[in-house]
């Protein structure tokens, strides 16, 4: 008796929470959809309705072919961006890690600063304009490549720590044994045997870094640099009467992340929760 | 042979990451606390001592941004604290289509900031949005939410919360899992209610993850930029903007070295508010 009641009290309850969850979480979404396929006139109300007439196509073309293909621009220079800085977030970072957890040292004790650091402060921005522009790399791509991985390495660096603590030190030991260099025990041995993490941080830090607006709006101005995020917030005073090429834009910077949510869902949670548990 | 062994595990390996992160992250931040007492054009830098700090506090609209930042940051984070641990408990007990649910709770956290903001200025419109039609509806005339100057920081605080709660639901959900049920069983024999286990187990023993939500959501949400510069842009007037906004927008102007105190200042109320927090935290943890 008292079992179907909290049987019943729990398909309620989820029942419940499906019609909150749809009404503030998926709605939202499906309005961006809606208005992404509107005509100009009937996107233009706002309103939360099926389309009168679809023209997916005809407005994804459009918002293409908007200034000169600025989207397309876009959307390289964001994955040259991306690429990039994540490839050497990996390679820098498992790097640091390695060492930290492997040889403990006075040393650790001020990266672990830097970490902290890294974590906490607010970047100094204009001071990094002026760095950037001493080394010219005030506006280039490499220079934003160079400033995400300044920016993401303390949570690259912390991730591989408390993975490498994990693999025994054994291993190590067994390749200098057979003649192993260092950087080959490192890129042979161990680094193959982080992909898990290296997946996890592969993810986490695509999804950050293709999602930026801040840096590159200040380390990355001018036209021939745009990324996908600039694009969508300039067209955003563009686009005033043209809502429908507005949300199409929208539609197309939420698919990647959706498409990754999708086959990454286990690895973005682990790279998420890191350091949750263990505190 | 040499007198000592090389190290399977050199030095050398933590230089590429050093470079990086000296040139481009610490020099700015150590720099910055010159720079701010300079009028800057990037070029020539002349020091005027302790003016930049003089006018941030003496314009009000700095210190509106200054209070704005601060109720920002704890609205924010106090909700996604609570709301994420409500959601997680409720998201662990093993309701119908929970995996499901999860998953759209969470999808929020990856989506572009500028396009959420994009979307809900569109669904808060006064007139048009359809969050007011819906009101109406209900036959409540909704607020001009991000137009009027009372309510706007409130309503950029209200959607960065919906996009935001999933991350804390996840952590906390990480973080549930880690209690043994053993505790949740000891309780039920001795009589606990769930209201009691609630209150006597589930929040004591998910403190980890309460210290990481509470410390990751503070400093995001003192550091805040993109959801309110793509809703409001600080306005209408000054009435949403906070220190990074302003930060911007001395930027914009010129003001390299406004801009910069602006930044030093944001350093120093982060680091006033998280360290304590960080060392009242794990002096808690002692106790226990």
């Known amino acids: ?103 403990p040292s006075g040393w650790n004790r001020l990266i672990y600063a830097c970490v902290l650091i890294g974590l906490m402060v607010p970047p100094a921005v204009v001071p990094t304009i002026w760095v950037l522009q001493g080394l010219n790399l005030f506006k280039t791509i490499h220079g934003m490549i160079l400033i995400q991985v300044a920016y993401g390495l303390a949570f690259s660096v912390l991730l591989y720590r408390g993975f490498i603590s994990t693999i025994p030190r054994d291993l190590d030991e067994a390749a200098v044994i057979d003649g192993a260099k260092p950087w080959q025990v490192f890129f042979k041995v161990i680094l193959p045997l982080l992909k898990p993490v290296t997946v996890t941080l592969v993810v986490v830090q695509s999804i950050a870094i293709f999602n930026d607006f801040t840096n590159p709006l200040y380390y990355l101005p001018g036209k021939d640099n745009v990324t996908v995020q600039l694009t969508l917030f300039n067209f955003q005073s563009q686009f005033q009467s043209q809502f429908n090429l507005l949300f199409m834009n929208i539609l197309l910077v939420t698919i990647p992340p959706l498409l990754v949510f999708v086959f990454f869902n286990r690895q973005i949670v682990a790279g998420m929760t890191a350091g949750a548990v263990k505190g | 042979m040499a007198s000592r062994r090389r190290s399977t595990y050199p030095y050398w390996f933590v230089l590429p990451a050093a470079v990086v992160f000296v040139t481009l992250f610490l020099v700015p931040t150590v720099a910055s606390f010159w720079f701010s007492m300079t009028r800057w054009d990037l070029f020539k830098a002349e020091f005027i001592g302790w003016d930049n700090y003089r006018q941030f506090f003496k314009e009000p609209f700095l210190i509106q941004g200054l209070v704005n930042t601060l109720i920002y940051a704890v609205l924010t984070s106090a909700t996604k604290t609570v709301l994420g641990l409500l959601l997680a408990v409720l998201l662990t007990s093993g309701l119908w289509m929970q995996g499901f649910l999860r998953s759209v709770v969470f999808f929020p956290v990856l989506v572009s900031t500028i396009g959420v903001g994009i979307t809900f200025a569109a669904l808060m419109h006064p007139t048009k949005g359809v969050i007011n039609l819906a009101l109406g509806y209900l036959g409540i005339d909704g607020p001009a939410w991000l137009s009027d100057p009372a309510l706007a920081l409130y309503s950029v605080a209200l959607i960065d919360i919906w996009k935001g709660v999933g991350l804390a639901t996840l952590i906390y959900i990480a973080g549930l899992a880690a209690i043994s049920p053993e505790y949740y069983e000891a309780s039920r024999i001795d009589g606990a209610t769930r209201w009691q286990q609630f209150w006597r ?38 009435a949403s903007d906070v220190l990074a906004s302003v930060i911007y927008k001395q930027y914009q102007a010129g003001f390299y070295g406004l801009a910069t105190a602006g930044n030093v200042i944001l350093f120093l109320l982060i680091a006033a508010i998280i360290l304590p927090l960080t060392w009242w935290f794990n002096k808690r943890e002692v106790d226990l």
């Not at chain 1, 961006?81 to 498992?94: C, E, K, N």
């Not at chain 2, 400093?219 to 842009?233: E, P």
């Open chain 1, 1 to 103: 008796m008292s079992l179907r009641r909290t049987a019943a009290t729990r398909r309620n309850t989820g029942l419940l929470a499906l019609a909150v969850a749809t009404v503030v979480f998926i709605l939202p979404f499906l309005f961006i959809f809606l208005t992404a396929v509107k005509t100009k006139q009937e996107a233009a109300l706002l309103l939360f309705t099926w389309p009168e007439q679809w023209q997916l196509w005809q407005n994804l073309v459009d918002v293409v072919k908007t200034r000169n293909y600025m989207l397309l621009l876009a959307y390289f220079n964001s994955t040259v961006i991306t690429a990039g800085a994540v490839a050497l977030l990996v390679i820098f970072g498992a790097m640091v890690g390695y060492v930290l957890q492997r040889r």
């Open chain 2, 201 to 238: 187990v589930t929040v004591p023993l998910v403190r980890p993850a309460t210290v990481t939500v509470v410390t990751l959501s503070l400093i995001g949400g003192l550091r805040s930029f993109d959801i309110i510069w793509a809703t409001t842009k600080g306005g209408p007037g000054f």
